[in-house]
């Protein structure tokens, strides 16, 4: 049985439907980013696990019992903000003491794990200090240590590193899933940046438009999208449609392209990421396709590629070893085993 679940939820704010029919279970244990663009729900979804709102339709289960009207304090959930919403007036030590205290949790108890928590966050000698004579990561730190204090049933994170810079959000990223490793507890994280969510998550929902278009691992989202919008999510930038003709699949000029996925429907998406395509002056590989150079583009490490082909226009990234100028007459190949097969109805 899943920790929490989430079923049939329709959801939004006065007559605005942000969520529609969403479904979503999350197991002991694991860690889950909801991901997506802004205004796709998965800040909706995480006020309602959280009790801030409630749906217009549908019922949330946490160990197997109806949550779905009880109120928030009544949920023993750690929820970490994204403006680390910490009390300006009270010390490192009584912040992270305040929901322990709420819980009327003797002195003796709250002095130990309020400690015990500091020295897991590396705040140890920090707890008579006030927020503002801290850095972000340290402020973003007391905040987590609040949250985790009361020994949540569920933690909630939401967009936590997105004020702090590029290289302090990775050493943070990196710390949340040590310390949520090292306890054990679930957590439900919500994010917009791709890496930071795949780089930390057991599983990713990829949200759009009030629905998840796909939950699954890190690893089988990056190489296996189910979607067109999945695919553009996570890298792929070249896309085309194929015929199944026989037992080979055809492009629109009825060049034969071979696929190691197998065949699974008479008509598909295939799509490429830029990365994969090979570029050379000669012919090679599975699939050789002759084109013409349109832009160069430098870019450090590699030079990208728009190239015009006679089944429409591709991006390829290619290392410096040989740069082509425009108007290069050149052939591309899309090898086999990196081309994806999607449904073509998807949007």
Known sequence: MALLELRHITAGYDKNVILRDLNLQVDRGDFVSLLGSSGCGKTTTLRLIAGFS?????????????????????????????????FPHMTVFDNVAFGLKMRKIPKPETEKRVMEMLELVDLKGFEKRFPREMSGG????????????????LMLFDEPLSNL???????????IRRIQQELGFTAIYVTHDQEECFAISDKVAIMNQGII???????????????????????????????????QYLASNHLPIQVAAPATASSVRACIRPEDISIDTA?????PLPGQVLVTTFLGRHVQYNVRTAIGEFVVKADQSKVYSIGSEVFLDLSANKIILIPRSSH
Do not use: C, W
């Open 54 to 86: 409630q749906p217009y339709e549908g019922s949330i289960y946490f160990e197997g019992k109806d949550i779905t009207n009880v109120p928030l304090h009544k949920r023993n959930f750690g929820f970490v903000f994204q403006s680390y919403a910490l």
């Open 138 to 153: 340290q402020r973003q730190r007391v905040a987590l240590a609040r949250a985790m204090v009361i020994r949540p049933d």
């Open 165 to 175: 810079d590029a290289k302090l959000r990775v050493k943070m990223r990196v710390e």
């Open 213 to 247: 278009e796909q939950m699954d691992s890190p690893a089988n989202i990056f190489n296996g999208p189910k979607t067109e919008f999945i695919a553009h999510f996570v890298g792929f930038e070249n896309f085309f449609d194929l015929t199944l003709s026989g037992s």
């Open 283 to 287: 012919p090679s590989g599975s699939n």
